[in-house]
T-cell receptor, first 109, second 115 residues
Framework: GQNIDQPTEMTATEGAIVQINCTYQ??????LFWYQQHAGEAPTFLSY??LDGLEEKGRFSSFLSRSKGYSYLLLKELQMKDSASYLC??????????WGAGTKLIIKP | ETGVTQTPRHLVMGMTNKKSLKCEQH?????MYWYKQSAKKPLELMFV???????ENNSVPSRFSPECPNSSHLFLHLHTLQPEDSALYLC??????????????FGEGSRLTVL
């Protein structure tokens, strides 16, 4: 079966750096997405990786290794507003999105 | 107008009621989706429409009935639901079904409680 694994919950300190991992086993691969979802709000797109390597967007970076079935989302200079759930999703060979259960990130002052 | 708008935001219904969820997108997208989001579970894809035609129905019980009258509007009609159907129902749209990038734009969801 197809599976996406990510930690259920993580805690980090304001101003610090946190890395949220995502491992996947899917039927083929056509890209990996990260979304952010604040409590009671819509998920919003953060990043898309289809080739190996690091994509940087301001304080957020996303890394992909297709050979290892692995990605991470790196958040730098954490702010209280970064407290949210982070969803990893992989598009398989049929262009279907397979979702992880999300990682709830708690930022402490 | 925000990109994807869902109404109502909250809905409480009995198991014998009939209600509908509405979704409207103002992005000119061709594909629209219904997802179910339950606590600590992955998003579950329910229905997909492309250019107003249903292209996917992921074994969803018949008590959920989608309707897509045009490319901007999507409905989810609900009848004789069960308590386990209580969840957040998210509508999303994308430019097309697949292709490079092709991120989803989500509405804020309709929180459904079935008593």
């Amino acid at each position: 079966g197809q599976n996406i694994d990510q930690p259920t919950e993580m805690t980090a300190t304001e101003g610090a750096i946190v890395q949220i991992n995502c491992t996947y086993q899917t039927s083929g691969f056509n890209g990996l997405f990260w979304y952010q979802q604040h409590a009671g709000e819509a998920p919003t797109f953060l990043s898309y990786n289809v080739l190996d390597g690091l994509e940087e967007k301001g304080r957020f970076s996303s890394f992909l290794s297709r050979s290892k079935g692995y990605s991470y989302l790196l958040l730098k200079e954490l702010q209280m507003k970064d407290s949210a759930s982070y969803l990893c999703a992989v598009r398989d060979s049929n262009y279907q999105l397979i979702w992880g259960a999300g990682t709830k990130l708690i930022i402490k002052p | 107008e925000t990109g994807v708008t869902q109404t109502p935001r909250h809905l409480v219904m009995g198991m014998t009621n009939k209600k509908s969820l509405k979704c409207e997108q103002h992005l000119g997208h061709n594909a629209m989706y219904w997802y179910k989001q339950s606590a600590k579970k992955p998003l579950e894809l329910m229905f997909v429409y492309s250019l107003e035609e249903r292209v996917e129905n992921n074994s969803v019980p018949s008590r959920f009935s989608p309707e897509c009258p045009n490319s901007s509007h999507l409905f989810l009609h609900l009848h004789t639901l069960q308590p386990e159907d209580s969840a957040l129902y998210l509508c999303a749209s994308s430019q097309d079904l697949a292709g490079e990038g092709g991120e989803l734009f989500f509405g804020e969801g309709s929180r459904l409680t079935v008593l």
